[in-house]
């Protein structure tokens, strides 16, 4: 891996339908050159598949997260699907997880629950992530077009047409509006573990001022190092960063500490990342088949 993999392989994770041609440009490097690169992520197992992503505010669900100690992931998994379904479950180093969970109903009553059923892991975090104030206009030909991107995010206007029965026209006006939709992302999952010698990790930094003038800073000092577009929440900013040393991972945690308005910093370094489905199939089916097309407002926000 060199720094221009890396930046072909942050394109991939922010937009996984961006033409080659147009990571081209942000690498300098050819169109193909780009499918080559990426053709040998592919094979070398660092990317190992493409997914479209909901949040899950977009669909309805509340959504809060956890950070716990303990190596049986699977337990943890286990506990966490008791109370809703994992959405973004990611085994870090040092014996921790951190899920995402995506919930029906009040979301603090869920979070109370959750407590109570790890209680017996040691929990290191949970936070809620409120809905965006600025919620997301999916019709149901959106919602319909989605459903069938699910088994491929990466599947052409005219395939996804075909088995829709929705003109290519029509999907290809869909696409481009999810593409600039916060609440979806056509994205890649990667091995982290795969990409040295750089080290991809996460910083959960706690903020007492605005998340999004926090990470206008944050992205001033912090530049190349980020992977991925940031997560936003009422008190917590989600920062996806990569370094080139273990000693570079203690000078980034550092430099998040020391931003304004930045009160906290927790550094995690993934070992895996998974991406369950159901959830969000389930999610569309439902609202699919609603008469009124009506997705709940999340409960408890």
């Known amino acids: 891996m060199d720094s221009t993999d890396m930046g072909v392989l942050s394109c991939l994770l922010n937009d996984c339908r961006m033409a080659d041609r147009q990571v081209g440009l942000r690498v300098g490097l050819s169109g193909g050159a780009v499918r080559s690169r990426v053709e040998r992520m592919e094979r070398g197992g660092l990317v190992t598949r493409y997914v479209l992503k909901v949040e899950p505010p977009a669909l309805g669900r509340g959504v809060f997260f956890a950070a716990v100690s303990g190596r049986d992931t699977e337990a943890i998994i286990a506990q966490v699907r008791l109370v809703g379904e994992p959405f973004v479950v990611v085994p870090c180093v040092g014996g ?21 059923l790890l209680r017996d892991m040691r929990l290191l975090t949970i936070f809620e992530a409120e809905a965006p104030s600025r919620r ?83 992205r001033e000092s912090l530049g190349s190092r980020f992977m991925q577009e940031p997560i936003l929440t009422p ?3 989600v920062l996806f960063l990569r370094s080139e040393s273990i000693y570079g991972l203690d000078d980034l945690t550092h430099a998040v500490r020391d931003t304004g308005g930045v009160v906290s910093a927790d550094l995690f370094i993934p070992k895996r990342i998974l991406l369950p489905q159901e959830w969000t199939e389930a999610a569309l089916r439902e609202a699919i088949g609603s008469p009124t097309l009506h997705i709940a407002p999340v409960a408890g926000t």
């Open 235 to 237: 008190n917590q900013i």
């Open 96 to 116: 921790i997880t951190v899920c995402g969970i995506a919930v029906a109903g009040d979301v603090q009553e869920k979070i109370r629950l959750a407590r109570e």
């Open 136 to 218: 997301s206009r999916l019709t149901r030909t959106d919602l319909t077009i989605m459903s069938a991107l699910m088994g491929d995010p990466l599947a052409t206007a005219e395939a996804v047409a075909g088995s829709v029965g929705i003109s290519p026209k029509t999907v290809t006006r869909s696409i481009e509006k999810l593409r600039g939709d916060r609440s979806v992302q056509f994205t890649a999952v990667y091995n982290p573990m795969a990409c040295a010698p750089y080290i991809p990790h996460v910083i959960l930094a706690g903020v007492s001022c605005e998340p999004a003038e926090a990470a206008v800073r944050l």
